[in-house]
């Protein structure tokens, strides 16, 4: 099965760089190549060419996965080309996705320093869609709500291992919840100064 590869030693500046990811399992791997002037792709949707002056939005987030908690995600959006998506995880075998984190960082970086060098008028947003975040926030801090007055009713009637269950039960909600309701906070960026938390820590 072939594995996310990439040429970090570019032959000039400007060079090439690859990568590539296995979306699926069963799938075709999508493979992406920066050039000088542009972005060449191959998914399951086909191939093709996106100048970097055609490019009209990125967007960066925070995607964990059932098989991967620490998952980073970057979509393109450019005139007649569908939605480029860019993972930092791939694929290995049905039980395991690999983690590529210093490969994903570095041709993340590369890809909006090229964009800002041609001068576009690229939008650069950053976590969900403002709608999806909000329902998400508040569906985050109503089960917050219940499992606190779920505790407060186990300790009123001396349920103690129940109130402890609870407990447990909020602690990690709060952990994985929160993390990803900071992460995925939806704003704006520069491509100069990409946002820490939306990048794997190398």
């Known amino acids: 099965m072939q594995n996310s590869r990439m040429n970090t030693e570019p032959s000039a500046p400007g060079g090439n760089l690859v990568y590539i990811y296995r979306p699926s399992v069963m799938g ?98 950053q976590g969900s869609n403002r709608f999806i975040y909000w329902l998400g926030f508040i569906a985050f801090v109503g089960v917050n709500l219940a499992l606190a007055g779920l505790i407060v009713r186990a300790l009123q009637t001396d349920t103690k291992g129940g109130a402890v269950l609870g407990c447990v039960f909020l602690a990690v909600f709060l952990w994985q919840g929160g993390d990803f309701v900071r992460r995925n906070r939806p704003g704006v960026y520069r491509p100069d100064a990409l946002p820490s938390a939306l990048m794997p820590k190398v």
């Open 28 to 125: 075709s791997p999508s493979v992406f190549t920066l050039t000088a002037k542009d972005l060449e792709w191959s998914t399951r949707r086909g191939t093709g060419v996106v100048p970097f002056d055609q490019m009209r939005r990125v967007r960066m987030s925070y995607r964990p996965a059932h098989m991967q908690s620490h998952r980073f995600v970057t979509e393109l959006w450019a005139d007649g080309t569908p939605k480029l998506k860019i993972e930092s995880t791939s694929w290995k075998s049905m039980l395991h996705q690999e983690r590529f984190d210093e490969l994903y960082s570095v041709f993340v970086a590369e890809l909006h320093r090229r964009i800002m060098q041609r001068g576009t008028a690229t939008r650069f947003e």
